[in-house]
């Protein structure tokens, strides 16, 4: 069992319509979460980083956590086609080990005029 | 002020050559992350190093693999008598001494390795 499970799609979507990308992990040691955005040929960017059960929003992005079922979400409002890309969740335990990323395998968005 | 560098961008090699691929931090950045993306998987963890120092290479593969980062010059992961499963794309990322959590973590754009 992967320690980070992630629906790859790919996943269709109208202008506007909301986005819901959704990971589960095993690891009880995890302790933050993060999404990244990759687009084609290039590495991945930060979108947002969360410690703590609950919602974090920045913009049409929203971040959910909840670690009592082990389950994180990312929700994007008003899609644009500008956000078809590929997005990862990830998490680690913090500490020294903030770098050492454990990823889901990522889900391949399009977003259609 | 330039973000990670990784190059070459394209590696071709035919099996049994010896591959290296080279990664240079953000100014001020003195953590090395490497990464390998294999096809229809997310990106696994390698190596983290600071400068002279190899601090956690847990996700290496146990022979071929290796990776240093010198003093001065980039931080290179070697790769000797690829394989053709060794085709991915690798990452490098860097971040600050300072940084207590990933948010300063900054990805270059990776070298896409290929073999023959």
């Known amino acids: 069992q992967k320690e980070v499970e992630q629906d790859p799609g790919p996943l269709s979507v109208p202008e506007g319509a909301i986005v819901s990308l959704n990971c589960t992990y095993s690891n009880s040691a995890f302790q933050y979460f993060m999404w990244y955005r990759q687009y084609s040929r290039k590495g991945p960017e930060l979108l947002m980083y969360?410690?703590?059960?609950g919602n974090k929003e920045d913009g049409r992005f929203t971040a959910q956590v909840d670690k009592s079922s082990k389950y994180i979400s990312l929700f994007i409002r008003d899609s644009q086609p500008s956000d078809s890309a590929t997005y990862l969740c990830?998490?680690?335990?913090?500490?020294?080990?903030?770098?050492?990323?454990?990823f889901g395998q990522g889900t391949i968005l399009t977003v259609h005029p | 002020n330039a973000g990670v560098m990784q190059n070459p961008r394209h590696l071709v090699r035919r099996r049994g050559q010896e591959a290296r691929l080279r990664c240079s931090p953000m100014?001020?950045?003195?953590?090395v992350y490497w990464y390998r993306q294999l096809p229809e998987e997310g990106l696994k963890f390698m190596v983290y190093?600071?400068?002279?120092?190899?601090?956690?290479e847990s996700g290496m593969p146990k022979e071929r693999f290796s990776a240093e980062f010198p003093k001065e010059g980039p931080s290179i992961l070697r790769i000797q008598q690829v394989v053709r499963g060794d085709s991915a794309a690798y990452f490098c990322a860097s971040s600050p001494p300072t940084a207590t959590t990933n948010e300063k973590l900054f990805f270059g754009s990776g070298t896409q390795l290929s073999v023959l």
């Open positions: 190093l600071q400068k002279e120092n190899i601090i956690d």
């Open positions: 990830a998490t680690n335990a913090g500490g020294t080990s903030y770098g050492k990323l454990t």
């Open positions: 100014k001020g950045h003195s953590h």
């Open positions: 969360t410690y703590s059960s």
